[in-house]
């Protein structure tokens, strides 16, 4: 799963290392994406005036589109209440990494009790990325 301030970087910064970040996510991984993710990439484009790049983006990409639930039984606590549908989608549909710049997802590492790797595109680099080059 690909968090909203990662697509938004790679697209404002084509030739960055989150945009390489990105770029190989997309050939090498399935990528799995919430209507909150969405929804969020969509304001966020408006205000940064990347609505037709996104567009233009999200009509290449190959995702697959996960349902989110409400929260149940035992989850993890997160500051920002607006991440927990994202958090949780993660978790129900058994994502591997939710790569993400948010510090709120990143502070909840390790996820205790869960399967789910939280990472940030520059630990991702080094775990998927660099090691094959």
Not at 71 to 95: K, S, T
Not at 106 to 112: E, V
């Amino acid at each position: 799963m690909v968090d909203t301030n990662v697509f938004i970087s790679a697209l404002l910064s084509p030739h960055s290392k989150v945009s390489e970040v990105v770029e190989y996510v997309i050939a090498h991984e399935r990528i799995v994406l919430c209507g909150e993710i969405l929804d969020e990439l969509n304001e966020v484009a408006k205000r940064t005036k990347t609505s037709h790049q996104l567009e233009v983006f999200l009509s290449t990409l190959d995702y697959i589109m996960a349902e989110s639930s409400e929260p149940f039984g035992e989850h993890p606590q997160i500051r920002d209440p607006c991440d927990l549908p994202i958090l949780m989608c993660a978790i129900q549909n058994n994502v591997d990494v939710l790569l993400t710049g948010d510090k709120d997802f990143l502070s909840l590492r390790p996820l205790k009790g869960f399967s789910l790797r939280i990472l940030n595109p520059s630990e991702y680099y080094e775990w998927r990325i660099r090691k094959r080059k």
